[in-house]
């Protein structure tokens, strides 16, 4: 057992477990065995569920000692895989969604918005023959946006999405409108005044920072939007789509990105959520939407897709949790990690994933090699028995062996994350290109200080002992390497 894994294996805040992404032979051979319920398709259909600034410590099935229940995160854990060392590639939103997408890092430079025509995921499967659906929060940017009222250019539709439902970016950035396909449903004729404002004696807002709680900007919303209806409509839309695609009954697979907004602010539990949890309003919010996620599940197992769908959870940052918060509610949203949403620490871009696929992806097992969002893209190829094209996806790796328990040893050479500054990571070594956190943890920086940080993520996972200075040849070599994506 090498030393990370002694140490998850001793910390409480991560579930027991003793495999490299397999099992035992018997367990492979009972998985292996299991037939489909479904023939109509010969591929999978894929369904990817993006949360919204959930931690690394937020789920029971990585954190037993969690004040919030997720029952419906878990058992995709337990139907299959959890990874204990997967990466977002930004710790922000949309670098994050953007690298996801593209199979791209978002460090390559630009706004990362994705123009009309770029190779994505779902226009990569849109070309064979997938039926493609996104339903939630793009923040990816439109080609035209003209004012926010009619026909809009780009988007999800404009980057190989049959169909999309949702809205343009967080749930706390205005305008507050609606979009179906390419068109803008209302547009946003109203105004609102800031959420905490709006919601005052609604919603308990005791002990949170400005940006936490029910908190949304003010500014521009159309007549049909309210911010707390948000969630369960956008469950709804995810399951229209399976049913519309039931009832077609289309020999295709279908590929459904369904990204919640939330836990990101507002935290807007509904009156059934509010006080359930352990963690306050963020909790009660997460719970709920754990909950929606469990709705979709049980949509996909009525329609008879669950046996032959690739299911993974998992999030775009960590979350916006500060020390005094997991003093409070005795709760760490990050587990033993350092940091939160937004900075270049562990805790800003380690993610929760879980991924199940009946059959296919060993039970109950556990992943501990190094993985990235971007890796989707190439994974997703490999799962249909398709080549990338040249030039796209090229900071995607082939995670299927992982998956499917074939695989012990890594598959990434080196994964790079993007917060104010640039930090690599290569091995048990992590390279942060800068002082600080590079986000919103606040880091008192001694006088003195070296100009960067490294890190051994085997001996310090929570990334206390800086040991920039003990190893100069080991920090160049990494600095020469996140030098070659400064483009």
């Known amino acids: ?14 579930m027991a477990g003793s495999g490299l992404c397999w099992l035992s032979v018997s367990l492979r051979a009972e998985t292996k065995s299991r037939k489909t319920t479904d023939n109509t398709v010969k591929k999978p259909h894929v369904l990817f569920i993006m949360l919204d600034d959930m931690g690394y410590g937020d789920a029971g099935c990585y954190n037993p000692e969690s004040k919030i229940p997720t029952p419906s995160i878990d058992r995709i854990a337990k139907e299959g895989m959890r990874f204990t060392d997967a990466h977002a590639p ?12 593209t199979g791209r890092y978002p460090s390559r430079g630009g706004r990362c918005q994705i123009k009309s025509g770029t190779e994505t995921i779902a226009s990569f499967l849109k070309r064979h023959s997938y039926k493609t659906g996104m339903v939630g929060k793009w923040h ?10 009619g026909k809009l250019e780009g988007g999800p539709c404009g980057c190989g999405f049959d169909y999309f439902f949702g809205i343009p970016h967080s749930l706390d950035i205005q305008p507050y409108l609606y979009i179906e396909n390419n068109h803008v449903v209302q547009p946003p004729t109203e105004t609102t005044v800031r959420g905490k404002e709006a919601t005052a004696g609604i919603y308990d807002s005791k002990g949170w920072n400005k940006i936490q709680g029910a908190f949304w900007r003010s500014g521009q919303i159309a007549p049909d939007f309210k911010h707390s209806e948000v969630l369960g409509k956008f469950t709804k839309k995810a399951i229209s789509f399976l049913h519309d695609h039931r009832n077609t009954q289309s020999k295709k697979p279908f590929f459904l990105y369904l990204a919640y907004a939330g836990p990101h602010t507002p935290w807007l539990p509904s009156d059934k959520f509010k006080g ?13 939407i754990d909950h ?3 709705r979709v599940i049980e949509a996909l197992e009525r329609d008879g897709f669950k046996d032959n769908t690739l299911i993974m959870v998992s999030s775009d940052n960590g979350p916006v949790w500060y020390p005094s918060n997991t003093t409070e509610y005795e709760h760490s949203s990050v587990g ?6 937004a900075d270049a620490f562990e805790g800003g871009h380690r993610m929760p994933f879980v991924a199940s696929w009946p059959g296919k992806i060993p039970e109950g097992s556990i992943c501990r090699e190094t993985i990235c969002l971007t890796d989707i893209m190439r994974t997703l190829a490999s799962v ?22 074939e695989k012990k040893g890594p598959v990434r050479d080196m994964t790079i994350h993007k917060s104010r500054f640039l930090a690599i990571r290569k091995g048990e070594y992590k390279f942060l290109d800068g002082k600080g956190s590079g986000g919103f943890s606040k880091v008192k920086v001694a006088p003195g200080a070296p100009p960067g940080q490294l890190y051994d993520l085997e001996k310090d996972l929570g990334e206390t002992n800086n040991i920039y200075r003990q190893h100069p040849e080991m920090v160049e070599k990494l600095k020469a390497l996140l030098n070659e994506y400064k483009n």
């Not at 028995?385 to 299927?400: A, F, K, T």
Request: glycine share 16%.
């Open 140 to 149: 990816n940017g439109f080609d035209n946006i003209d004012g926010w009222k």
């Open 384 to 405: 249909i028995g398709e080549e990338l094209p040249e030039g796209v996806g090229i900071d995607s790796y082939d995670i299927l062996p992982l998956l499917l328990g």
């Open 292 to 294: 929606e996620i469990g």
């Open 336 to 341: 033993p990690l350092r940091g939160m949403k």
């Open 90 to 101: 930004g710790a922000l939103c949309v670098p994050s969604r953007y690298g996801f997408l």
């Open 1 to 14: 057992m090498s030393k990370l894994s002694r140490r998850e294996f001793l910390t409480k805040a991560l």
């Open 276 to 288: 359930k949890s352990g963690a306050g309003l963020y909790g009660d919010f997460l719970m709920e």
